[in-house]
């Protein structure tokens, strides 16, 4: 199969489906352009401010994309090209995108609070509390897994820290002018995306941070914690911004290097429904649809686009092209990425050292020297996880401080920003340095549960605002038999090796969900008044 026909196809159906399937959501769903939105009814100029549609697209985009689907998809591979290609083009369009565009659009409704305040509102206060506990402990797992991953990465090839650190400082220079001295947002942007380039050859030619693995994770720690207090404008939103046209260089380079090699893919198209690997045979369902997240749909996305994102929206009709067009992009770039293990026949390394590998080979015929480019898509993996990092860490807070200011009060000294940040941190330093590799093959089921709990938000909303739930009914379903499957697949493993804390973390995570559905289903039939609610499908 030539690589090409995936590329192109891939982009035709995205195209196709974000004027069709997108636009007949926004329709369906009563998008109104003259609807105030959060940003502007509650403007307080940290966390509320309006935001130009293409820079929170990049933002938005940055944010979601981070290392998920470029490792997902080399992960998955193990399957062969075919499912892994079909899920993520089916699960972007009707799962992925629905999954973010909703999300987003269920928190602009709800004056840009998170997927748990939807919760309360629709489901209970019972409901509210219970995701609200597992969503900041999943972000808290993400807080820790992506320090470590960053921190591995900047020991490593301290080119890439050099290069992120620099970043930091130009996105707050960047924000300072844009959104304090309203300097021209286009000319700011070419002078920015240079800039951005020229930090990224200073840190490849004169590496000069070389820390190891523990100071690395001492600075991302105190990072993150600015990066959660400090106003969006001046670092989270200008950072991420510049950081996507990394990515789009990344992508662009490599769909026309794909373009113009139109390389062979070499990987078996399918390879079965169970494949034997050294931790043991691997089924594919429902594995597949839990190690490929990111490029198809992913829980943390609708964290993103109900934490920050909601509160950044300009006009209501820019819900569409940052939801619904972000997670587009993304799986265009899961198919890149799948590409680059299928290019090879015997890949091996680290996802971010194969995705690395094809990419450079790829950029290579327009020219971009092999070494060259393997050292820049390395800094953009890099770049990437870190921006995953810090939305992870803002995230948690706005959850945390939600959790204690609908029990305690918005004076709790506990809800302040900075007791909230800090507690965050703490903790998620106390899992890095417990090991947090061992827990993480429950991540991805906790992700993706994360991604059917959010759907269930959604469909209690559209139910009791009489809107057509089938949308992410249909969705939510799927995921629930995919999440609930391989949470009991985790919890026989993890018995039969006999790590006896991951079987808790899995059980706790299972009956959670359980809770969940019964609690939402009573309150969408109204058991206790006798009275039922009837599903539109």
Known sequence: MNSLVLLILGAVLFIAAYATYGAYLAKQWGISPNRKTPAHELYDGVDYVPTNRFVLLGHHFASIAGAGPIAGPIQAAIFGWLPVYLWIVIGSIFVGGVHDFGSLLASIRHKGKSIGEIIEANIGKTGKKLFNIFAWLTLILVVGAFTSITADAFAATPAAGTASVLFIFIAMVFGEFVYRRNANLAVSTIVGVAVIFLSIWIGFKYPFLQFSKETWQYILLVYVFFASVLPVWLLLQPRDYLNSFILYAMLIGGALGIIIMRPM?????????????????????????????????????????????????????????????????????????????????????????????????????????????????????????????????????????????????????????????????????????????????????????????????????????????????????????????????????????????????????????????????????????????????
């Open 265 to 537: 893919l070499q990987l078996q198209a399918f390879k079965g429904f169970t494949v034997v690997t050294k931790a043991g045979p691997q089924y594919l369902f429902p594995i597949l649809f839990v190690t490929v997240a990111c490029g198809a749909i992913s829980g943390f996305h609708s964290l993103v686009g109900s934490g920050t994102t909601a509160k950044q929206i300009d006009s209501e009709k820019d819900t569409q092209f940052v939801g619904y067009g972000a997670m587009l992009i993304e799986g265009l770039l899961a198919i890149v990425s799948l590409i680059s293990v299928a290019y090879v026949a015997k890949a091996e390394g680290a996802p971010a050292v194969i995705f690395a590998n094809g990419v450079s080979e790829f950029m290579s015929s327009f020219g971009i020297p092999r070494e060259f480019g393997k050292v820049f898509i390395t800094l953009a993996f890099s770049a990437f996880a870190l921006t995953s990092l810090d939305t992870a860490t803002r995230l948690a807070r706005y959850i945390f401080q939600e959790y204690f200011e609908s029990e305690t009060g918005k004076t709790s000294w506990i809800a302040d920003k900075y007791v909230a940040t800090a507690i965050t941190v703490v903790i998620s330093y106390m899992l890095v340095t417990y090991g947090y590799q061992k827990i993480w093959p429950i991540f991805g089921s906790s992700n993706q549960l994360l991604a059917a709990l959010a759907l269930l938000a959604l469909t209690a909303w559209f139910v009791k605002t009489g809107k057509n739930p089938t949308f992410t009914l249909v969705p939510m379903i799927w995921m629930f038999a995919v999440t609930l499957s391989a949470t009991l697949l985790l919890m026989r493993n993890f018995y039969v090796a006999k790590n006896y804390l991951l079987v808790f973390l899995a059980v706790a995570l299972f009956i959670l969900a359980i809770i969940l559905i019964i609690v939402t289903y009573n309150t969408l039939t109204n058991k206790k008044t006798g009275k039922n609610t009837n599903i539109k499908m």
